[in-house]
């Protein structure tokens, strides 16, 4: 069980404003109606769904709007998304990984490669980058929720494979195979984690000077924006003093 980790999933660096909010609650929307349609309406018997139902819990998108999308993946009339997964590098050399639900694979497909491409990185050939990165199911609690070492038991116990606590929170991983008993087992100890999701951990992390990292995390910031991306993941290290002048 590991101690420390830089990885963050990049989609939630940043505070939330009140001006991107309602794209944040469709792009959650969306994910929870696909997850719906591809297998049952039941959260508890859908591990997916369970993982974006918590995920909009997190960011206090209302009951209604959750249970709406439900619904909206039994009617006939539901949208038809394809998930795409694009790798490719950043500035610097970063190694980058974006998924998408999409309508529209030839409009998102342009997008994505014209955000890489004015950043100076570009897209390259699935499988391509994502052998640097472990496919991990990941549960998170705040800091509140345990000590450190309650977590470390709890996760155990549970049947994690690996645990990171920090001032910011509780991660605990496991295979994705997993993250639906393990999502559940640490429930009922420790109550409703303010995340469940299948995550892409980098093996290993590139340092940025700041002039490469702010390249990087305007990149970042575009991918976020666009409305068919539901996840943007990278190697890279920057420095605290960039993140928050990026942030502020």
Same mark, same amino acid.
């Given at each position: 069980?590991?101690?420390?980790?830089?990885?963050?999933? +990049?989609?939630?660096?940043?505070?939330?404003?009140?001006?991107?909010? $309602?794209?944040?609650?469709?792009?959650?929307?969306?994910?929870?109606?696909?997850?719906?349609?591809?297998?049952? /309406?039941? /959260?508890?018997?859908?591990?997916?769904?369970?993982?974006? +139902?918590? =995920?909009? &819990?997190?960011?206090?998108?209302?009951?209604?709007? @959750?249970?709406?999308? @439900?619904?909206? $993946?039994?009617?006939?009339?539901?949208?038809?998304?394809?998930? +795409? &997964?694009?790798?490719?590098?950043? /500035?610097?050399?970063?190694?980058? @990984?974006? *998924?998408?639900?999409?309508?529209?694979?030839?409009?998102?497909?342009?997008?994505?490669?014209?955000?890489?491409?004015?950043?100076?990185?570009?897209?390259?050939?699935?499988?391509?980058?994502?052998?640097?990165?472990? &496919?991990?199911? #990941?549960?998170?609690?705040?800091?509140? =929720?345990?000590?450190?070492?309650?977590?470390?038991?709890?996760?155990?116990?549970?049947?994690?494979?690996? #645990?990171?606590?920090? *001032?910011?929170?509780?991660?605990?991983? !496991?295979? /994705?195979?997993?993250?639906?008993?393990?999502?559940?087992?640490? *429930? %009922?100890?420790?109550?409703?984690?303010?995340?469940?999701?299948?995550?892409?951990?980098?093996?290993?992390?590139?340092?940025?000077?700041?002039?490469?990292?702010? %390249?990087?995390? &305007?990149?970042?910031?575009?991918?976020?924006?666009?409305?068919? #991306?539901?996840? !943007?993941?990278?190697?890279?290290?920057?420095?605290? =003093?960039?993140?928050?002048? +990026? $942030?502020?």
């Amino acid at each position: 069980m590991a101690g420390h980790s830089q990885f963050k999933n +990049i989609m939630h660096r940043k505070g939330r404003q009140d001006a991107v909010r $309602s794209k944040l609650f469709s792009k959650l929307a969306r994910e929870i109606t696909v997850a719906a349609k591809l297998g049952v /309406p039941d /959260p508890g018997m859908n591990a997916r769904l369970r993982a974006a +139902i918590l =995920a909009a &819990r997190a960011e206090n998108m209302p009951k209604d709007n @959750i249970e709406r999308a @439900i619904r909206k $993946s039994q009617g006939g009339d539901a949208e038809s998304y394809e998930e +795409i &997964r694009y790798e490719g590098y950043g /500035p610097g050399g970063v190694a980058m @990984i974006v *998924e998408v639900l999409t309508d529209n694979r030839n409009r998102t497909a342009s997008d994505v490669r014209a955000a890489f491409t004015k950043s100076g990185g570009n897209l390259a050939e699935t499988g391509a980058v994502s052998f640097q990165f472990d &496919r991990l199911g #990941v549960v998170e609690f705040d800091a509140k =929720a345990a000590t450190a070492d309650d977590m470390l038991n709890a996760a155990i116990d549970a049947g994690a494979d690996d #645990v990171v606590s920090t *001032e910011n929170g509780h991660e605990i991983y !496991v295979a /994705p195979d997993r993250l639906g008993d393990l999502a559940r087992a640490l *429930e %009922k100890k420790l109550g409703e984690p303010r995340k469940a999701a299948l995550v892409w951990k980098p093996q290993t992390t590139v340092p940025l000077d700041d002039e490469q990292g702010e %390249k990087l995390l &305007r990149l970042v910031e575009t991918l976020e924006d666009h409305d068919d #991306v539901q996840g !943007v993941y990278a190697n890279f290290e920057v420095s605290d =003093a960039l993140l928050s002048r +990026i $942030s502020a």
